[in-house]
């Protein structure tokens, strides 16, 4: 079976599932830390070798606050069972604004914990022109993009996966994006099934990498 | 009905096309012209403001002469037959590489053809780290990306439309494409139907646009 080196997360729905099970919007969040951990148990078991989660964005920050405090403690608390985990940590977004919370910045650089042996990496904050700002500062004479982004430590994806049934990227790493194979789920993220993650690797195992060639 | 403003076109499958077909690869491209014109007129009818069709890659140009060859002369019918529409042209890509064909260069720049009315838009020789290496040259106090690309004219996509099956960007715009709602059909885009392209808009009419708010 061909297996994905790095996989990408959207864990979207969290409000709609909220809604739909009588709880207001915010409250989803915290439904969705179990999961995320479910999951990087899964993708160690089958042999990924790297795993980025799309925590949130400058953009979601523009939420209700009752929202964004909610969706933030959640982050934390992911961040915090997986520094819990063997894994290679990095916590990657906008940490100059006061909207990164400061129990994070000890992730900014990233850290492993026990025996490593993935690397997970955890978007907070993130913000798609944030990571590209960074190309303004290089050399115009290298043509090489990958190495100039503020998320230059973040490998290209080859699977992304999407719970939530909208298919489109929301500005999830542009640059790491441009050759993945996409794979939305209907389901939302707290409702999260192992099976899910399965169905996921069957489709991408049946596609073919060709990288435009 | 919600109608997108500006629709990406991925014309995948001309290859697979062909060998469905009992022809030989690369005459799955001239194949692929006609409906490029169709799919035109059919986004004039409903109003849309802005087209962009991915045509060839800086990637795509490592394969076989002969495919190369084909898909070439098939991008430069193609924009041939547009400037005999109603519309303002650019061809926008690598014009710098002797992979850019000649014939196109008068298409560098934005032309108005007839009472224009709906901007188009023909990636030929397109790359995206060609299209984002000029951020290169802007300056880092200002965080705005969009306008320091060298596809800065061509303005975000709502609703790109993937023939082919593959469900991956390939590479299209990854500026534009951050929050683009993603459609894929199985069929062979020189299979193309009207019916395709109405399936797509009803589709997109039942997603939300949030941005991320």
């Not at 099970?21 to 830390?33: A, L, S, V």
């Not at 990924?48 to 939420?63: A, C, P, Q, S, V």
């Not at 940490?95 to 850290?111: G, V, W």
Request: proline share 5%; glycine share 8%; charged share 25%.
């Amino acid at each position: 079976m061909r297996i994905p080196k790095h996989i990408g997360i959207i864990p979207d729905g969290n409000r709609r599932w909220a809604e739909a099970n009588k709880m207001t919007k915010e409250k989803g969040y915290e439904c969705g830390i179990d999961p995320g951990l479910i999951l990087f148990k899964l993708c160690k078991e089958v042999g990924i070798k790297e795993l980025t989660y799309y925590g949130f964005t400058t953009d979601n920050t523009k939420r209700p606050a009752v929202e964004r405090k909610a969706f933030t403690n959640s982050c934390i608390s992911a961040v915090n069972l997986l520094s819990k985990e063997a894994a290679e940590l990095l916590v990657i977004g906008d940490y100059e604004s006061p909207m990164f919370p400061k129990e994070l910045y000890t992730y900014t650089t990233r850290q492993t914990f026990g025996k490593g042996g993935i690397k997970v990496n955890f978007l907070v904050n993130y913000g798609w022109e944030w990571d590209l700002n960074s190309l303004k500062l290089a050399d115009p004479a290298q043509k090489n993009i990958t190495s100039h982004i503020k998320s230059f430590d973040v490998s290209r994806v080859d699977l992304i996966i999407r719970w939530g049934g909208r298919r489109r990227l929301s500005g999830f790493l542009p640059v790491q994006s441009v050759y993945s194979d996409f794979y939305v789920l209907d389901d939302y993220w707290p409702d999260f099934k192992p099976e899910h993650f399965y169905r996921a690797l069957d489709w991408y195992n049946d596609q073919d990498v060709t990288l435009g060639g």
